[in-house]
T-cell receptor, first 114, second 114 residues
Framework: AQSVTQPDIHITVSEGASLELRCNYS??????LFWYVQSPGQGLQLLLK??????LVQGIKGFEAEFKRSQSSFNLRKPSVHWSDAAEYFC????????????FGSGTRLQVQP | DGGITQSPKYLFRKEGQNVTLSCEQN?????MYWYRQDPGQGLRLIYY???????QKGDIAEGYSVSREKKESFPLTVTSAQKNPTAFYLC?????????????FGSGTQLSVL
């Protein structure tokens, strides 16, 4: 069965510093991978997705992620964090064509210090 | 504006009571989903529906029921059989059920037990 692991529950960075959020997946076939962001008490917004092709994908709000098959990883990065980036971030993988629904990681809460 | 509307934003359930969470979308999406979010556990799939009059159980369907009589509506009933219903419930929809290219989320309903 597919699964997604986000090993960091909580990360604190200073404004202007770089950011990397880790995501590892377990899935037998070529995965479809996603990163979503959630502000408190709100729904989720898609940041970026990987289906195939270029392993470095660009998303909204200056985020990017790199798919590394050899490491089963899809880490999210941003070169310079803004205070408005404080939120919870979820990595997700599509749970297979037969079910066609996403499996989410447990999330990483990002705190940004001034 | 197109989107997903969840209501109510806050809901309280008495012991032994069934409650229904509303989810309506005007995006003309075929697929709709219900997720449950608990702190530190990410999102878990309750039920999903790929077409009208059809739905499938997700990972944690016990104690819940759904219907999909109309394309734009996918209500979730939390029954008295669900012994731990306190959680944040998110409804989502997608345009293509084949790959879930993008999930659109509602703003959620917080359910609490009195």
């Amino acid at each position: 069965a597919q699964s997604v692991t986000q090993p960091d529950i909580h990360i604190t960075v200073s404004e202007g510093a770089s950011l990397e959020l880790r995501c590892n997946y377990s899935y037998g076939a070529t995965p479809y991978l996603f990163w979503y962001v959630q502000s408190p008490g709100q729904g989720l917004q898609l940041l970026l997705k990987y289906f195939s092709g270029d392993t470095l994908v660009q998303g909204i709000k200056g985020f990017e992620a790199e798919f590394k098959r050899s490491q089963s990883s899809f880490n999210l990065r941003k070169p310079s964090v803004h205070w408005s980036d404080a939120a919870e971030y979820f990595c997700a993988v599509v749970a297979g064509i037969s079910r066609r629904a996403l499996t989410f990681g447990s999330g990483t809460r990002l705190q940004v210090q001034p | 504006d197109g989107g997903i509307t969840q209501s109510p934003k806050y809901l309280f359930r008495k012991e032994g009571q069934n409650v229904t969470l509303s989810c309506e979308q005007n995006l003309n999406h075929d697929a709709m989903y219900w997720y449950r979010q608990d702190p530190g556990q990410g999102l878990r799939l309750i039920y999903y529906s790929q077409i009208v009059n059809d739905f499938q159980k997700g990972d944690i369907a016990e104690g819940y029921s759904v219907s999909r009589e109309k394309k734009e509506s996918f209500p979730l009933t939390v029954t008295s059989a669900q012994k731990n219903p306190t959680a944040f419930y998110l409804c989502a929809s997608s345009d293509t059920a084949a790959t879930n290219e993008k999930l659109f989320f509602g703003s959620g309903t917080q359910l609490s037990v009195l």
